[in-house]
């Protein structure tokens, strides 16, 4: 069974930074890309970031140059590096895999306010 569990919200001021985490288990990890999802309240779930089992990357235009994703296939762990982060980031981040697993996460909330 599918298991994603996200971590490293929490409340940041404007300017500053959060690293999330994804451990993923309960399927072949390093053969999937992996993905970063954010839900802001009466929005949309949006795509923020992705990376291929080669290690492609790809970013929502809105976090080109402030986020950072990576992954660790030996952990089975996908990380987000956010920095410079703005009040508009302020959402609930996802990770899946894609295709997306039908079982999401709890998700992990990031709220960016002074």
């Known amino acids: 069974q599918v298991q994603l569990v996200e971590s490293g919200g929490g409340l940041a001021q404007p300017g500053g930074s959060l690293r999330l985490s994804c451990a993923a288990s309960?399927?072949?990890?390093?053969?999937?890309?992996m993905t970063w999802y954010r839900q802001a309240p009466g929005k949309e779930r949006e795509r923020v970031a992705l990376?291929?089992?080669?290690?492609?990357?790809n970013y929502a235009d809105s976090v080109k140059g402030r986020f950072t994703i990576s992954r660790d296939n030996l952990k089975n762990m996908v990380y987000l590096q956010m920095n410079s982060l703005k009040p508009e980031d302020t959402a609930v981040y996802y990770c899946?895999?894609?295709?997306?697993?039908?079982?999401w996460g709890q998700g992990t909330q990031v709220t960016v306010s002074s």
């Open positions: 990376i291929t089992n080669a290690g492609a990357i």
């Open positions: 309960g399927f072949t990890f390093r053969a999937y890309t």
């Open positions: 899946n895999r894609d295709p997306a697993a039908a079982n």
